[in-house]
Each structure stands twice: as C-alpha cells, then as structure tokens.
C-alpha cells in the first residue's frame, strides 16, 4: 500500500490552510502537521524576548517538525499533509525522510501575482486570530496587544517581497506537481482535483 506525504507549498497568503480543511473533507483519514503549530507551541511554552532568541527558537521548531513527521512515518501513517511556504532550505530533508519510509511525494503550489498577496498579508498579519508571537521581537504566553498595527516585527512591503523571490517559493517542487492560481480566490474550484486525488490514493496509484 502507497503512502504520501502532500505538502501544500506556495507564498504566505495563497489560502493553505483553507486547503488543508478541503482536504480533510474528501480525504478523511489524513494526519497533518505544520511548522507555524509548532512555532506557536514553543512561542507559548519557551518564549524569547529579542530577534535573536526568536531565531534561534525558529532551529528548535525546525527539529520539532522533522521529529514529528519522522515518527508519523516510522508508523506508516498512510496520508501525511503539509502546508509551510517551502523552500529549498527544507527540499533535501523532506525527500531525505520521505525515501527513508517509502513515501510517495505530492506537491500542491499555490501562486498568486505578489500585489494580490501583499494586500492579503497585511490584511492577515494585524488579524485578532493571528498568533501574536508571529508579529512581535518579543514574546511570552499571555502577552495582548489589541491594536496589531502597533506589533514591532511586522513584514515590510520590500521584506515580503525579497524573501518570496530569494527563496523562489513560486519554484518548489518535490514529486508530483499541482498548481494553482489563487489569485482570485472565488474562481478556485478545488472539487475535481480533490475528487481525483482521492481516487488516486484509493486506487494506490
């Protein structure tokens, strides 16, 4: 029996997780694990209190996420699902894993023209949902800030734009490709793709 990991690549703003909650609908038995849980896990657990300390927090994540996702594949865990804007910093330990267990790899990539994006991230980043420590140089469990447009870590306009193109997001790929636009999210049908990714996976393909 063939077992997958799917990881749902693309810019930050493409709408993943939308994607993932599709993906649970039609595919039912899936496990998914993500980096952004893991950054908020330890955000809220360990803190850091300058960028420094977040970025060293951001290593600790890293072996977090590997060791997690090694052990759903130890135990054969059939259908695997990942959303993180992947880059090529993480390409050669996901194919590394995935040939370790015998995973089949799929990459769904989503793209959207960057001022569509920007105008999504800013939109999002000053959101009350958003995990504060995602914004902030400085971070403890039970810090608030009402206003998020007072957060001290927010992404510039250039600073978006120089990490999507240095880390070539729009370029990821490992196994078999799926992209789509999601510039306009209302013309973005994900139905019949899903539909046919599950009877591929039903059939062992």
């Not at 690549?9 to 649970?24: D, E, H, V, Y």
């Not at 977090?64 to 993180?84: A, P, T």
């Not at 420590?133 to 039970?142: A, V």
């Amino acid at each position: 029996m063939k077992k997958y990991l799917i990881l749902i690549a693309g810019s930050p703003a493409t709408g993943k997780t939308f994607l993932i909650n599709q993906m649970r609908q039609t595919l039912k038995d899936v496990f998914v694990i993500t980096p952004d849980e893991g950054k908020e896990i330890l955000a809220d657990s360990v803190g850091f209190d300058s960028l420094d300390e977040k970025a060293e927090l951001e290593k600790r994540v890293w072996q977090f996420y590997y060791g997690v996702l090694d052990q759903y594949m130890s135990v054969g865990k059939r259908i695997i699902i990942s959303e993180y804007p992947f880059s090529y910093k993480q390409a050669n330990k996901l194919m590394e894993v995935s040939e370790k267990y015998d995973y089949q790899l799929i990459t769904i990539r989503l793209v959207a023209d960057f001022d569509t994006l920007w105008q999504r991230r800013k939109v999002r980043d000053i959101e009350a949902d958003r995990h504060l420590s995602h914004i902030m140089s400085h971070y403890h469990f039970g810090d608030e800030l009402i206003d998020r447009s007072q957060a001290d870590n927010l992404i510039t306009e250039k600073e978006f734009r120089d990490i999507i193109e240095a880390r070539r997001y729009n370029e990821f790929v490992l196994g078999d490709l799926y992209e789509f636009d999601v510039s306009d999210f209302s013309k973005v049908n994900y139905a019949p793709f899903l539909n046919q990714l599950s009877t591929r996976i039903k059939n062992n393909q």
